[in-house]
């Protein structure tokens, strides 16, 4: 289906989005989407797995987001009325690419709602030991699956503030680190020799740095919710062309200078995973209460994530209902113009994921969590590969369009592809990786026999 089609479905029987988001909402919430417990938290594991050369394995995961954000800038200034980012791959690459990326777009979120809060829920319940952890899980979905179905412009607004706390966290940690390495702060003077010091660099070699980038690619998501956000403003292809690139900058910049001065400051054999390395840090530097404000900026981030990856799945299931890949009663908008059928179902299924947590933590969960470990990666992967078609047919048809475009053209699409090839094969080779990998592979492929199976029925 081209861009014309899409444009068509996307107005099916009238039913549109609200239009009332304002461009400073799309910022924070790709912002929003990205600064979660995958970097306050989830960062510890990469650092423990890799030492210091983890600011690597953030820095090369970084490029390849931005490249990808870089090719949907250049497709959202080409193909009119596409906005959506699983869209992209069904206009490049047809129907089929279009389905996939929908349904395992909307499978890698609603499993993320599922993950954070239950890291929300394990930061309260340790406040509040009384309450069962399942209970309070369920009531962070709950508050903002209420946020979501409020309106979309209650969404931005939360999500608005909710980032604001976090970059701000992020760069008052960043000032004080960096006071502290440069010797300002610190009793023994400029020091950096903990990157080096307990082991080199990357004591455990170059292939764990390498396969950390499919985890530090996991905690980078989110910023192509620019894309989706975008539609519900009054110029969606304007707003994703100035938003997409710079996004992704500001966070390539956020994650790695944090992770490198984590580092820099606290040997990486003291980090703990599962543990913030951010309170570690803080605490190595005797900075006082700093364990209760990470836990508290923590649950910020958390409930951010949440609050967007329940607008994501939503928006995810919505934009495959117009297309006939999923049951039509979600084609609807309620007063406000929010799909609320699509959030409902959305929250229904993450209810069901924090249910698995808690009867089932070693088998269903585990493999829900395990089975979107490389989604994003095949995602970006299916968008490079439309970005080249539809690159070469704009320079056939429509040269004029390309008013913005993919740097080095076909050189920069195709080494970020290859980049994510050899991420792939790196975690294949990799025990404690593989399965990730394999399990991601066959979801992917039971949605590509969902997809025959549908086809044959509407055929029959």
């Not at 979905?141 to 976090?166: C, D, P, Q």
Request: charged share 10%; hydrophobic share 55%.
């Amino acid at each position: 289906m081209g861009a014309v089609g899409i444009a068509e479905a996307g107005q099916a029987g009238g039913v549109e989005l609200s239009r009332t988001l304002l461009p400073r909402h799309v910022s924070m919430i790709a912002i929003g989407g990205i600064i979660g417990a995958g970097l306050f938290v989830g960062s510890s594991t990469t650092i423990s797995l890799t030492g210091p050369a983890a600011v690597i394995s953030y820095l090369i995961a970084g490029l390849l987001i931005l490249l990808v954000m870089r090719m949907i800038a250049e497709m959202a200034i080409v193909l009119e009325g596409v906005s959506s980012f699983p869209d992209f791959a069904r206009a490049g690459l047809g129907h089929l690419a279009g389905f996939l990326s929908g349904w395992l777009y909307w499978y890698f979120w609603v499993v993320v709602v599922a993950v954070e809060a239950i890291a929300g829920a394990k930061i309260i319940g340790g406040w509040l030991p009384g309450v069962p952890e399942w209970a309070i899980g369920g009531a962070l979905t709950a508050l903002m699956t209420g946020v979501n179905l409020l309106s979309t412009r209650s969404y931005g607004e939360f999500e608005f503030w909710f980032s604001s706390i976090k970059v701000a966290a992020i760069l008052v940690f960043s000032l004080i680190c960096g006071l502290w390495v440069f010797g300002i702060t610190a009793p023994q003077g400029f020091s950096i020799g903990n990157l080096t010091a307990h082991g080199g660099f990357a004591p455990h070699g170059w292939g764990p740095v390498l396969a950390g980038v499919a985890s530090t690619i996991f905690s980078l998501c989110g910023a192509e919710i620019a894309t989706i956000a975008a539609a519900e403003s009054p110029d969606p292809a304007k707003v994703i062309a100035r938003m997409t690139v710079s996004v992704a900058l500001r966070i390539v910049i956020f994650y790695v200078l944090a992770i490198g001065l984590i580092v820099a400051v606290v040997p990486w054999t003291q980090i703990v995973p599962g543990h913030s390395p951010f309170a570690t840090t803080l605490a190595a530097m005797h900075i006082p209460g700093g364990e209760t404000i990470m836990s508290a900026v923590v649950l910020v981030a958390v409930l951010s994530c949440l609050n967007s990856g329940l607008y994501v799945t939503s928006r995810a299931l919505f934009g495959l209902a117009r297309f006939g890949d999923a049951p039509d009663w979600l084609v609807h908008v309620n007063g406000r113009g929010v799909p609320a059928r699509a959030i409902i179902a959305a929250s229904l299924f993450a209810y069901g994921a924090l249910a698995a947590q808690w009867l089932s933590p070693g088998t269903v969960f585990s493999f829900l969590v395990n089975s979107s470990g490389v989604t994003m990666i095949l995602l970006y992967m299916l968008v490079g590969i439309a970005q080249l078609r539809e690159r070469n047919r704009a320079e056939r048809e429509a040269p004029e369009k390309l008013t913005l475009k993919m740097w080095f053209h076909p050189y920069g699409t195709l080494v970020a592809l290859a980049a994510m090839l050899a991420v792939l094969v790196f975690m294949a080779l990799q025990p404690d990786l593989a399965s990730q990998l394999w399990m991601s592979l066959l979801v992917a492929g039971l949605f590509a026999v969902a997809f025959w199976l549908l086809r044959t029925g509407k055929r029959a």
